[in-house]
């Protein structure tokens, strides 16, 4: 499905942050490449148009201000019994709470033959909003720094795109610095991993476009502009 990198399908889980792309709509004559210093050119015939762009925004800008809007509500809600949410320094849990244990250890899907259902502390957990909005300022931006960091040597993953896509709608603007510095490192990386692509793999160029993207015209073009209440 168009969802299947950068989140789980909204009609099962409404209370996932989720993205919907549909990575069909890649490939148009007028593409529009995003300028960040550093970011390597979207390979040929992979540059998403100037409409897909803006779309992806405009959605994302729905979900940010969904998230502030009902965070109070979230925040109130239980946890289950086996969400046990890291402590902010704790680096390696952070990885292995959101990628899951399969994933941290780098245990190949295939060659793990456990049923693993949903065995979150194995598939990672989800950025259920009852999670996401328990996470202050500070914790949303170690988060980031911590996955960005393991993005920086592991390969792009489904779960690493969920949670990128939760912890940036999580960003408070104006950004701080380090902030600002992280998610154009994030940009930078997916750039890379999107060369990289052998295959092409049309919904993972399109999950690293969409994380590009927001980088790009959401963040940097207005990062000194509050968003509506």
Wanted: negative net charge; hydrophobic residues 35%; charged residues 25%.
């Amino acid at each position: 499905t168009p969802q299947a990198y950068l989140g789980i399908e909204a009609a099962r889980c409404p209370d996932v942050v989720v993205a919907q792309i549909d990575p069909k709509k890649l490939r148009k004559k007028q593409t529009v490449n995003i300028a960040i210093s550093g970011c390597q050119p979207a390979p040929e015939g992979y540059s998403p148009t100037l409409k897909w762009q803006q779309q992806q925004v405009a959605n994302f800008s729905s979900v940010r201000q969904s998230l502030n809007k009902h965070r109070n509500h979230w925040r109130s809600q239980d946890l289950d019994s086996n969400v046990n949410m890291p402590k902010l320094e704790d680096e390696e849990g952070w990885k292995k709470f959101c990628l899951g244990e399969r994933v941290y250890a780098e245990i190949d899907a295939e060659s793990d033959n456990e049923n693993l259902g949903i065995d979150y502390i194995k598939i990672g957990f989800p950025p259920l909003l009852s999670i996401v909005s328990r996470m202050n300022q500070a914790t949303v931006t170690s988060v980031l720094e911590y996955l960005i960091s393991w993005f920086g040597e592991k390969k792009f993953t489904p779960e690493l795109g969920r949670w990128f896509y939760a912890l940036l709608a999580c960003l408070e603007k104006p950004l701080l610095p380090e902030a600002h510095s992280l998610i154009r490192q994030l940009a930078r990386r997916c750039s890379e991993v999107r060369v990289l692509e052998e295959n092409k793999n049309e919904e993972q160029v399109s999950a690293l476009n969409l994380l590009i993207c927001l980088v790009s015209r959401y963040f940097d073009q207005r990062d000194l502009a509050d968003e509506p209440s």
